[in-house]
């Protein structure tokens, strides 16, 4: 920056340009790599030169000679952070001619030495030269090895000095090739610019976009800078997840974007060493202590999303694109997976910019979630406000439009948690189906136990798992309304009743809400059994009992009538032999209602067995069914496939309706 401004104050004649050149050195005992690191840099330029007043200004500390453009007085401190010493030799103008400085700029350097001293110069034009020497090894590997990186930093850390009307020539020499710093400029940086003004307060900012090809740029960054140089900077990726990756243009052609955000505030506001700047937001700068004032500093997020709109303003026809592209891999995601997410469908511009460019399904489900959380969440402040303000609101048209569009939009939220549950009545039907078409010799585990599992988990009951795992419906949408379940346990061991019958059913049903075969079942009641102090000692008004054999199971015995297994468990339960706490198990009468579901393979014996037992045959011959006078139970029999058939039909119209395809 030094050379631009001494061009600038040289005044040159307009026949005579201004120009800078940087000069690459690198390490000459690496000459056998191709890019050795490199080791230094010389500049020149043919501005005005050490004359008196930059002399003395060189020689004082905290300068205010340049503060009027930016400059804080200490850049040639940095030289030596970075650097071990510097050789200048500079040539001015004064009343006397043209004289010539030459010195060396180390940590031993002294104002009262006499290199230091003017002499006759051997030229009749200004200039000055600074050679930086000997990197110091903890910059080196921060420092761009390949010559276009250094060329895209140094462009880049200029940008806005370039885009100056009278800007000077600047070239770049390295491993003996130049490169013309401006031609690269206009080519890759200005040519598809755009600019922009927003105010803050009663402080103007402006931002300059810029599309720079993929080959100089790795990612789209937002740079802030003060006094035509860059200081800090965002990824953009950060805060626009569009800008993930590389964006292509009408022509294909790959880009990055950068943002330079600068204003007369972000110049007073830089800190000494130009690394960042004095923010209202402690978490947006490096701040050990609040300095005066600080609560009249504008935090660091009010100017990025200010910047961010522009953004993506100047990127509105390629991020169109993108969001095109997201919003149909969602609407297949809940076309085919999720329809409980299609009321969001309404709106996506709420949420697409949330997602990456090319998402994938978990990061989908992860923002429609999200996303339909918020909705809900919204709903619910808006009905606590609606509520609140009814009984003040005089127009009561106006209340009611209020009221409708609210319900409206509450009703959307109950149809998305219904498409919710019957997508994953699909998959468990899905699932199940994948189960019993599985040869025996693939299967890890025996049928009936998968089957069980996916009904009702084993060795469990109602007060240990919740609803949403519990699929009774694949036998009985009936069974849903119940006060208590117990899964494959043993009736002595089971919490609710207590009993030293060591006979077990699969699945045991305790009811003492009204007959659940009435056509108008009590579905509402789902109290659990004594768990509600005034419905405690209520009787048993029913019970069911579900039974899984093993399937292809052939040694049935005249005793291994699964209807008779699951009798004698009724009855032990009518006969009072169980206990709650120490205490017996009312029932409402000996003879209270009872169901026995069968789910087994009907091979030939165990239709025989059904038969001799006087069960009739359904007319899909897939089950039997009958009611045993003798122990006053109804039961059903019917094959995996059977079970299987009719729960996907009873389901159908709902997966037809919300376009649940089947997988098969």
């Given at each position: 920056?030094?050379?631009?401004?001494?061009?600038?104050?040289?005044?040159?004649?307009?026949?005579?340009?201004?120009?800078?050149?940087?000069?690459?050195?690198?390490?000459?005992?690496?000459?056998?790599?191709?890019?050795?690191?490199?080791?230094g840099f010389r500049i020149g330029d043919n501005g005005i030169g050490?004359?008196?007043?930059?002399?003395?200004?060189?020689?004082?500390?905290?300068?205010?000679?340049?503060?009027?453009?930016?400059?804080?007085?200490?850049?040639?401190?940095?030289?030596?952070?970075?650097?071990?010493?510097?050789?200048?030799?500079?040539?001015?103008?004064?009343?006397?001619?043209?004289?010539?400085?030459?010195?060396?700029?180390?940590?031993?350097?002294?104002?009262?030495?006499?290199?230091?001293?003017?002499?006759?110069?051997?030229?009749?034009?200004?200039?000055?030269?600074?050679?930086?020497?000997?990197?110091?090894?903890?910059?080196?590997?921060?420092?761009?090895?390949?010559?276009?990186?250094?060329?895209?930093?140094?462009?880049?850390?200029?940008?806005?000095?370039?885009?100056?009307?009278?800007?000077?020539?600047?070239?770049?020499?390295?491993?003996?090739?130049?490169?013309?710093?401006?031609?690269?400029?206009?080519?890759?940086?200005?040519?598809?610019?755009?600019?922009?003004?927003?105010?803050?307060?009663?402080?103007?900012?402006?931002?300059?976009?810029?599309?720079?090809?993929?080959?100089?740029?790795?990612?789209?960054?937002?740079?802030?800078?003060?006094?035509?140089?860059?200081?800090?900077?965002?990824?953009?990726?950060?805060?626009?997840?569009?800008?993930?990756?590389?964006?292509?243009?009408?022509?294909?052609?790959?880009?990055?974007?950068?943002?330079?955000?600068?204003?007369?505030?972000?110049?007073?506001?830089?800190?000494?060493?130009?690394?960042?700047?004095?923010?209202?937001?402690?978490?947006?700068?490096?701040?050990?202590?609040?300095?005066?004032?600080?609560?009249?500093?504008?935090?660091?997020?009010?100017?990025?999303?200010?910047?961010?709109?522009?953004?993506?303003?100047?990127?509105?026809?390629?991020?169109?694109?993108?969001?095109?592209?997201?919003?149909?891999?969602?609407?297949?995601?809940?076309?085919?997976?999720?329809?409980?997410?299609?009321?969001?469908?309404?709106?996506?511009?709420?949420?697409?910019?949330?997602?990456?460019?090319?998402?994938?399904?978990?990061?989908?489900?992860?923002?429609?979630?999200?996303?339909?959380?918020?909705?809900?969440?919204?709903?619910?402040?808006?009905?606590?406000?609606?509520?609140?303000?009814?009984?003040?609101?005089?127009?009561?048209?106006?209340?009611?439009?209020?009221?409708?569009?609210?319900?409206?939009?509450?009703?959307?939220?109950?149809?998305?948690?219904?498409?919710?549950?019957?997508?994953?009545?699909?998959?468990?039907?899905?699932?199940?189906?994948?189960?019993?078409?599985?040869?025996?010799?693939?299967?890890?585990?025996?049928?009936?136990?998968?089957?069980?599992?996916?009904?009702?988990?084993?060795?469990?009951?109602?007060?240990?798992?919740?609803?949403?795992?519990?699929?009774?419906?694949?036998?009985?949408?009936?069974?849903?309304?119940?006060?208590?379940?117990?899964?494959?346990?043993?009736?002595?061991?089971?919490p609710v009743i207590e009993s030293a019958d060591e006979q077990r059913?699969?699945?045991?049903?305790?009811?003492?809400?009204?007959?659940?075969?009435?056509?108008?079942?009590?579905?509402?009641?789902?109290?659990?059994?004594?768990?509600?102090?005034?419905?405690?000692?209520?009787?048993?008004?029913?019970?069911?009992?579900?039974?899984?054999?093993?399937?292809?199971?052939?040694?049935?015995?005249?005793?291994?009538?699964?209807?008779?297994?699951?009798?004698?468990?009724?009855?032990?339960?009518?006969?009072?032999?169980?206990?709650?706490?120490?205490?017996?198990?009312?029932?409402?009468?000996?003879?209270?209602?009872?169901?026995?579901?069968?789910?087994?393979?009907?091979?030939?014996?165990?239709?025989?067995?059904?038969?001799?037992?006087?069960?009739?045959?359904?007319?899909?011959?897939?089950?039997?069914?009958?009611?045993?006078?003798n122990h006053k139970v109804y039961y059903e029999v019917v094959d995996?496939?059977?079970?299987?058939?009719?729960?996907?039909?009873?389901?159908?119209?709902?997966?037809?309706?919300?376009?649940?395809?089947?997988?098969?």
């Open positions: 920056m030094n050379s631009f401004q001494a061009i600038k104050e040289a005044n040159l004649p307009s026949n005579i340009q201004g120009r800078v050149t940087i000069e690459v050195v690198r390490r000459s005992d690496m000459l056998d790599v191709d890019t050795p690191p490199i080791s050490l004359d008196d007043d930059n002399w003395d200004s060189f020689n004082t500390a905290f300068s205010p000679h340049k503060l009027s453009r930016g400059g804080k007085g200490l850049g040639r401190f940095t030289w030596l952070k970075a650097f071990d010493h510097a050789e200048i030799r500079s040539t001015f103008k004064d009343e006397g001619g043209f004289h010539t400085r030459s010195f060396t700029f180390d940590v031993n350097y002294d104002s009262d030495d006499k290199r230091g001293v003017p002499k006759i110069a051997s030229q009749s034009h200004t200039s000055t030269t600074v050679e930086l020497i000997d990197l110091k090894p903890q910059y080196t590997d921060q420092c761009p090895r390949q010559t276009e990186q250094f060329i895209q930093k140094l462009v880049e850390h200029f940008i806005l000095v370039f885009l100056e009307k009278n800007c000077p020539s600047v070239t770049l020499i390295d491993l003996g090739q130049k490169h013309d710093l401006n031609a690269v400029f206009e080519k890759d940086f200005k040519a598809a610019a755009s600019a922009h003004t927003f105010r803050i307060n009663d402080h103007v900012f402006t931002l300059h976009g810029f599309r720079l090809p993929s080959s100089r740029a790795t990612k789209h960054r937002l740079v802030y800078a003060a006094d035509q140089r860059s200081v800090l900077s965002d990824k953009l990726a950060d805060h626009v997840p569009n800008l993930a990756g590389r964006l292509l243009d009408d022509e294909g052609k790959s880009f990055f974007y950068l943002g330079i955000v600068q204003s007369s505030y972000l110049s007073e506001h830089v800190n000494i060493n130009r690394t960042d700047f004095e923010f209202g937001n402690p978490d947006d700068a490096e701040l050990e202590l609040p300095l005066p004032g600080y609560d009249q500093l504008i935090p660091k997020a009010d100017i990025r999303s200010k910047a961010l709109a522009f953004v993506q303003d100047d990127l509105a026809d390629v991020i169109e694109s993108i969001n095109s592209m997201k919003l149909d891999a969602i609407r297949r995601y809940v076309h085919r997976e999720a329809p409980q997410y299609r009321l969001l469908l309404k709106n996506p511009q709420r949420f697409l910019d949330k997602l990456t460019p090319m998402p994938q399904r978990q990061e989908i489900e992860t923002v429609l979630h999200r996303e339909l959380f918020l909705r809900e969440t919204e709903l619910k402040k808006e009905s606590t406000r609606i509520i609140k303000e009814a009984g003040k609101i005089g127009d009561y048209q106006q209340y009611h439009k209020q009221f409708t569009k609210f319900l409206d939009e509450y009703n959307e939220l109950g149809v998305s948690a219904l498409a919710q549950y019957v997508a994953h009545r699909r998959i468990i039907l899905d699932f199940l189906e994948r189960s019993i078409n599985l040869p025996p010799d693939k299967q890890k585990f025996p049928l009936e136990k998968v089957v069980h599992q996916l009904v009702f988990p084993m060795r469990f009951t109602n007060e240990d798992i919740p609803s949403s795992e519990q699929n009774l419906w694949i036998i009985d949408e009936r069974l849903t309304y119940h006060s208590f379940v117990s899964s494959d346990k043993k009736n002595k061991v089971i059913g699969d699945i045991v049903f305790l009811d003492e809400k009204p007959d659940i075969f009435d056509e108008k079942p009590d579905i509402f009641d789902e109290k659990i059994i004594f768990s509600d102090e005034n419905r405690k000692g209520h009787p048993l008004n029913s019970i069911v009992v579900i039974e899984f054999k093993q399937p292809g199971r052939t040694a049935y015995k005249e005793t291994d009538n699964p209807v008779l297994q699951a009798a004698r468990v009724i009855n032990a339960i009518r006969a009072g032999k169980y206990k709650h706490k120490g205490r017996k198990i009312p029932i409402a009468n000996a003879e209270i209602p009872a169901m026995i579901f069968v789910v087994a393979d009907l091979t030939d014996r165990l239709k025989n067995i059904l038969v001799d037992f006087g069960a009739t045959i359904t007319p899909d011959k897939q089950g039997f069914y009958g009611y045993h006078p995996y496939t059977k079970m299987l058939s009719d729960a996907t039909k009873r389901n159908q119209r709902f997966f037809d309706k919300l376009n649940l395809v089947d997988n098969h």
